[in-house]
């Protein structure tokens, strides 16, 4: 049967799949298994589990956990309600100061936590009770939490850009580094629409803001002594990261443990009761990830062994030869793909499909990453599945669904104008791995 055929028939039955509600992780096995033993013959069934085990047998794998570990523990202590606090009092006088506060509390908690469902819950819950009771609208309020919640897949440390790396054999130091500078860009756009929305849209917050009492400013520094030892960690993991001092996976641990030692002595949260709450949320989490990517593994093989893979990435090439055309294309599908499923996932199974024809137009593959996550993040706040968008619903029940879509909207349209810069200027992607880590051979 000719490869592209059977690429549609493998397309049409893994929709049909995935969209019968059964678990992501258990989807994808029983659809590789089964287009494999239809084509291939029951040996096949051979090589299943060693197929499976291989798609988890790598040590950089554990800082995935770590990172998780890590995260819960932030999200479960005070954490986030100080960074917001200490915010908000610094950025009270300008236009928005509270959206972009929340903002800002999202760029920094995602960097703690490396989790866009943990971000949105920890810093949702105090934000948007307080944008809304200070008058701002429940589109800005819902919408600004649901999309600085995904800076935690683009800012690292990011479970996302650790499974791209691991998928794509690239350098998770180098993703790592590739993602800083686009992350806060990323933040600033949102900031810059806050600005907008409350200065000509939203008058009601900035009528309410002149009314508001200033913060001392001992209460302005009375917050800091509480956040800096969370940001010292960050800039520690980074440094030992980038300064050949550490692997991912032992950087992720030392994280983990700082980070435990922290809110031991800070928060005060030293009880076995809450440690192992922490600890069993997180391996709840990190189970599903790690099945997730041993599943997608699997129907990466299949995908590969029915020579599907070579055959769409070379039907790709042929289609334009215009090089920018075949990137919209790409980008038209991550988005749709990342309409349906999670990040982990749409990379797992489809970076070897899509790497193979960035490489070959010439494209660098860690400018693709993060463009790649950024595909991502838009997909986290758009139905169907649009995880964010459900987190928000449940923190704030009595605002309908399609108003918090409608406070993400612009914050997708800040995401694509990203894209956009990103490829005029590629160079924010690769200029600061570049100064700290050289050239990658080939680029």
């Given at each position: ?206 009528k309410l803001l002149r009314n508001r009492k200033p913060p001392t400013l001992k209460e302005k520094f009375e917050v800091l002594p509480r956040i800096f030892p969370f940001l010292a960690i960050i800039v520690g993991v980074l440094y030992v990261l980038y300064g050949g001092v550490a692997t991912p996976s032992e950087a992720s641990g030392v994280g983990a443990f700082l980070v435990f030692v922290m809110i031991a002595v800070v928060y005060k949260i030293y009880q076995p009761k809450k440690i192992w709450n922490i600890v069993k949320i997180s391996m709840k ?159």
């Amino acid at each position: 049967m000719d490869p592209l055929t059977i690429a549609i028939i493998v397309a049409v039955f893994t929709l049909i799949v995935l969209f019968s509600g059964i678990p992501i992780a258990f989807g994808l096995s029983f659809v590789s298994i089964t287009l494999l033993v239809a084509f291939e013959g029951l040996q096949m069934l051979d090589v299943f589990a060693e197929t499976f085990y291989a798609g988890l047998n790598s040590f950089v794998l554990l800082s995935i956990p770590m990172f998780i570990l890590m995260g819960m523990a932030v999200a479960h202590s005070p954490a986030g309600k100080d960074l917001y606090t200490g915010l908000d009092r610094w950025l009270w006088r300008v236009p928005g100061g509270l959206v972009i506060s929340n903002i800002g509390a999202c760029s920094i908690f995602a960097a703690l936590s490396g989790s866009s469902p943990a971000t949105c819950a920890a810093i949702g819950t105090m934000g948007i009770p307080e944008m809304r009771k200070r008058g701002y609208s429940d589109e800005i309020a819902t919408g600004t939490i649901a999309a600085g919640g995904t800076l935690g897949v683009l800012i690292p440390p990011s479970i996302v850009l650790i499974v791209y790396g691991m998928a794509t054999g690239t350098s998770i130091g180098r993703l790592f580094l590739s993602g800083i500078i686009p992350g806060f860009m990323l933040a600033s756009l949102f900031a810059v629409w806050a600005l907008i929305h409350s200065y000509f849209i939203d008058k009601n917050a900035s009528k309410l803001l002149r009314n508001r009492k200033p913060p001392t400013l001992k209460e302005k520094f009375e917050v800091l002594p509480r956040i800096f030892p969370f940001l010292a960690i960050i800039v520690g993991v980074l440094y030992v990261l980038y300064g050949g001092v550490a692997t991912p996976s032992e950087a992720s641990g030392v994280g983990a443990f700082l980070v435990f030692v922290m809110i031991a002595v800070v928060y005060k949260i030293y009880q076995p009761k809450k440690i192992w709450n922490i600890v069993k949320i997180s391996m709840k989490e990190s189970v599903m990830i790690m099945f997730i990517i041993a599943a997608s593994y699997l129907f990466a093989f299949t995908l590969s062994q029915l020579y599907v893979t070579q055959s769409l990435a070379q039907s790709m090439i042929e289609l334009s030869s215009n090089k920018w055309m075949i990137f919209l294309m790409v980008n038209v599908f991550l988005l749709v793909a990342g309409f349906f499923l999670p990040p982990v996932a749409v990379i797992v199974m489809t970076s070897a499909i899509l790497l193979p024809v960035i490489t070959t137009l010439g494209f660098d593959p860690y400018w693709f990453a993060i463009v790649f996550t950024i595909n991502m993040e838009i997909g986290l706040i758009t139905p169907p599945v649009g995880l964010n968008l459900y987190i928000i619903k449940g923190i704030t029940p009595d605002v309908s669904l399609s108003t918090i879509l409608r406070g993400s909207f612009p914050f997708m349209m800040m995401m694509v104008l990203s894209i956009l810069i990103l490829c005029i200027f590629p160079e924010i992607v690769s200029w600061l791995p570049d100064k700290l880590m050289g050239k990658p051979l080939g680029y």
